[in-house]
């Protein structure tokens, strides 16, 4: 994109620059009402390293176009064009100060989240025109001074709200930022936003306006220069609102340069802030002082009641007939600082020109490079910093969500029924078959049931990931080598300890060296069962097409065993038992059951070859393993079972990469 058209036929601009003195005064104020013994915790070093993280930033953009392409047929109605192409941002321009607190208004759809992203560089595709921070055009590597506040709460609310802020502030914090300095800052942030009172409280159970708090908390740890909001007092009750923008109100006094979307502000809310840009249709209608917004609509034969929220006048003005919105981005573009001479000057003097894009427009009190340097690394942390930090989180996360109340005592009745069915069995010919579909029970439901909780996995926790990897806080490589790492010995626990119960219960084979050798069986078929709900998971990241996916898989990989039909077509077997894990389960278990040379009795009838016509009426457990077929060895068994376990676990990293890189992550 050439940057010499989008700088001719412009304007000057006229900004508002914020009374820093009066700023100072009024930070001074502040911090003589609250403690101070939380900001002296951060050592001076780390004062200034966090300092130096934000330096105070101008935006600006000019003429920014946004235009989509969608299928024909997802119109309502249908199209008959293949692609019909769609204006989300029309020409729109603006500058945003430090200390300005900026509200983007207007009616559902009309581009203030499209215009909000794009200027946070989370939406570029199909963008034109130009944006500034400060003197030097928009690089995602821009990224690290901006923060990003989304109008979903989206956390993993099992954790508390200080270990929310904890994990976020180690993760996202520099790695010359020492760990005392890292908490100190969460301190900060607690008594900043008003959460003392809930900070040991799950976010679960705390109240919207917390977790906004907590929601905006989390973005302000990084002391980020710029923070876009989308609807932050969306579903806040009116006060809870009113003290979410006062505390905006105090960061953009410090310095800070603030944008938000609101939809239908009360009207202390609506004057508290400094600039109002109106948007409808994807086009400005509106760009000035929100207490010369009623004057401006006046000069265009729109005026508003007497004892009038401003703020719901503009809104019911800007939803009504096409007509009327066509009449006020006319009027806009008619009355917009121009050269032209007949430009109406009756309501321009109620608007903020729009930048044109000379140097004079561009320049910053504070002259900084805000490029990263290319030795600098693109995380805040290391590969393996990153994973001790999500290890540890990840931890504590399954820990809660395994060892429920529900899952214990599911644990403990599973265990109570298998030992029950299967009490004491006698080393008898005609408990073959009962030692054998106890082995198959039992591979089927702890793999089983952890494999469904690895479907789950990827589709619960996609929307806190993909936020945390869009403000840059981590590896997705970290994140997935931090989670089979805290994971793996948690999901093993219930298993271990039911087996180790039930084992004695059934008498399966007395030797306790075979005991260790099925318990490994076991929990090595839990671990592939785990990794295929994964990759099926990973694969698709929606929870029902995942589902079916992993029901369907489970079902053949049961039946290709060969347990419940003898039958099946010898071409479809041939191949299909082999890929299951349940053959390899199921081969090394019952092997494990009747190695060594425990003594067996032969019943009456007997219906196996080793008691026919045997005249001492018994036979040695191994002889068994001749009798159900079991052709391959313990050691085969198990090393098949530990490569399906790392190949699935290698596919379901590359499922989940290819499904970020599919969403435009990487």
């Keep these: 994109m050439s940057s010499s058209s989008n700088v001719t036929n412009h304007i000057n601009v006229a900004v508002i620059e914020p009374d820093f003195e009066t700023n100072m005064k009024y930070n001074d104020d502040i911090s003589k009402q609250r403690p101070t013994s939380i900001r002296t915790q951060l050592s001076f070093e780390g004062m200034r390293i966090l300092e130096d993280l934000s330096p105070q930033i101008t935006i600006t953009f000019q003429n920014v176009c946004k235009i989509i392409n969608i299928p024909g047929k997802m119109m309502d109605p249908p199209s008959k064009e293949k692609i019909v192409q769609r204006t989300l941002l029309d020409n729109v321009s603006g500058q945003v100060h430090p200390g300005q607190l900026v509200a983007l208004m207007g009616p559902s759809g009309c581009g203030k989240t499209t215009l909000l992203n794009t200027l946070a560089g989370r939406s570029l595709n199909g963008v034109t025109g130009n944006i500034w921070l400060n003197h030097q055009r928009y690089e995602k590597s821009m990224k690290r001074i901006l923060a990003y506040v989304l109008q979903e709460d989206i956390f993993f609310e099992n954790l508390t709200v200080k270990q929310q802020l904890t994990y976020t502030a180690l993760l996202r914090l520099p790695n010359n930022l020492t760990r005392k300095d890292k908490l100190a800052q969460v301190e900060q942030i607690i008594e900043q936003l008003h959460l003392q009172n809930c900070v040991n409280t799950p976010i679960l159970l705390i109240s919207g306006g917390q977790k906004r708090r907590v929601n905006i908390g989390t973005e302000l740890l990084t002391n980020p220069s710029v923070i876009f909001l989308d609807e932050p007092t969306s579903g806040l009750d009116s006060t809870s609102a009113v003290t979410l923008v006062r505390i905006l109100r105090e960061l953009a006094l410090k310095g800070k340069t603030i944008v938000m979307s609101i939809h239908q502000p009360s009207s202390q809310i609506f004057h508290s802030f400094d600039q109002l840009i109106l948007l409808a249709d994807a086009k400005t209608i ?19 009641p007497l004892q009038y929220n401003p703020a719901d006048f503009i809104m019911d003005l800007v939803n009504q ?18 050269n032209n001479v007949q430009c109406s000057t009756e309501g321009q003097k109620y608007l903020i020109d729009e930048p044109n894009g000379k140097e004079i427009d561009l320049i910053n009190k504070y002259p900084i490079n805000l490029m990263s340097n290319k030795n600098e690394s693109k995380w805040p942390i290391g590969f393996f910093a990153q994973t001790w930090v999500l290890f540890s989180r990840n931890w504590i996360l399954t820990s809660k969500s395994q060892f429920t109340k529900l899952n214990c005592i599911q644990a403990v009745f599973i265990t109570i029924i298998f030992g029950l069915f299967w009490l004491r069995m006698k080393y008898h010919e005609n408990t073959l078959q009962d030692r054998s579909s106890f082995i198959f029970f039992l591979l089927i439901f702890w793999p089983l049931e952890i494999c469904f909780g690895g479907v789950l996995s990827f589709p619960r926790e996609t929307s806190v990931i993909n936020k945390e990897r869009a403000s840059g806080s981590f590896r997705l490589s970290a994140y997935y080598f931090a989670k089979c790492l805290s994971e793996t010995p ?48 990973a694969l698709f990241q929606d929870l029902g097409r995942a589902w079916v996916a992993c029901n369907v898989s489970a079902l053949g990989f049961l039946l290709a065993v060969g347990y419940f039909s003898h039958s099946t077509p010898y071409w479809l077997t041939v191949w299909v038992k082999w890929i299951s894990f349940f053959t390899y389960a199921y081969n090394g278990c019952m092997q494990l059951q009747f190695m060594g040379e425990r003594t067996y009795q032969c019943t009456d009838g007997a219906y196996i070859d080793m008691c026919k016509n045997n005249m001492n009426g018994t036979f040695i457990s191994n002889e068994a393993i001749k009798y159900f077929n079991l052709d391959l060895n313990v050691g085969f068994n198990f090393l098949v079972l530990f490569g399906m376990f790392i190949v699935y676990r290698i596919a379901a990293y590359i499922a989940l990469r290819f499904s970020n890189i599919r969403q435009g992550r990487t």
């Design 286 to 304: 509106f760009m000035g002082k929100p207490s010369n917004a009623l004057d401006y609509f006046a000069t265009l034969g729109h005026h508003a």
């Design 490 to 537: 948690i999901k093993l626990v219930l298993p271990a300890i039911s087996l180790t119960i039930m084992y004695w219960m059934v008498n399966v084979n007395s030797n306790f060296a075979n005991f260790l050798g099925i318990l490994c069986f076991l929990l090595m078929s839990v671990l592939v069962a785990e990794s295929v709900g994964l990759f099926f998971g």
């Design 321 to 338: 007939d096409k007509e009327i919105r066509e009449e006020l981005k006319e009027a806009y573009v008619q009355n917009k600082s121009s």
